[in-house]
T-cell receptor, first 110, second 114 residues
């Protein structure tokens, strides 16, 4: 059973556009929601994270929107750049265990 | 500061062989994890440890074993390798505690079982 559902599986965006990746969860005990970015041949690296008591968090061009009642959260990448091309994983955490989504492969076309 | 180091980076095994994937971290993190990554499946937790001498199963522990004799090292043992264990394996560590538990991942170990 997939604890965290992520969509879309792949995404192609023009340079300068907005990339949006969505995730949903069921377990209300989750208390931490990070996003990880992974480049080919590398391990995932923390990009941005949010706690459920906050509805939005912004760091530079990256924003997490969090809807606690709907049990959904999303990553928005503003002014997408070719260097943002990577695989993005959402995750949900409780009791120091992390459950990851299936990943979104983002390609930003110059 | 090396972070999380995994060895080997690549390995080919024959069915039935055994091997150990090594993982070491130099950040004095209490929490360590082993994940496997398969195409379209995301990261699945195999085993984790909250400190030296303590390990616990994750979502997909069958066919694997771990030990945690020191804070720094968390090796993953594959016994009787099967083609289903062909995957990329990631070790990660985290500080834990009451704050956000940020995971630091290694570069991965790609294992092929033929």
């Amino acid at each position: 059973q997939q604890q965290v559902k992520q969509s879309p599986q792949s995404l192609i965006v023009q340079k300068g556009g907005i990339s949006i990746i969505n995730c949903a969860y069921e377990n209300t005990a989750f208390d931490y929601f990070p996003w990880y970015q992974q480049f080919p041949g590398k391990g995932p690296a923390l990009l941005i994270a949010i706690r459920p008591d906050v509805s939005e968090k912004k760091e530079g061009r990256f924003t997490i929107s969090f809807n606690k009642s709907a049990k959904q959260f999303s990553l928005h990448i503003m002014d997408s750049q070719p260097g943002d091309s990577a695989t993005y994983f959402c995750a949900a955490s409780m009791d120091h265990q992390f459950y990851f989504g299936t990943g979104t492969s983002l390609t930003v076309i110059p | 500061n090396a972070g999380v180091t995994q060895t080997p980076k690549f390995r080919i095994l024959k069915i039935g062989q055994s091997m150990t994937l090594q993982c070491t971290q130099d950040m004095n993190h209490n929490y360590m994890y082993w994940y496997r990554q398969d195409p379209g499946m995301g990261l699945k937790l195999i085993y984790y440890s909250v400190g030296a001498g303590i390990t616990d199963k994750g979502e997909v522990p069958n066919g694997y074993n771990v030990s945690r004799s020191t804070t720094e090292d968390f090796p993953l043992r594959l016994e009787l390798a099967a083609p289903s264990q062909t995957s990329v394996y990631f070790c990660a560590s985290g500080k834990g505690g009451s704050g956000a538990n940020v995971l630091t991942f290694g570069a991965g170990s790609r294992l092929t079982v033929l």
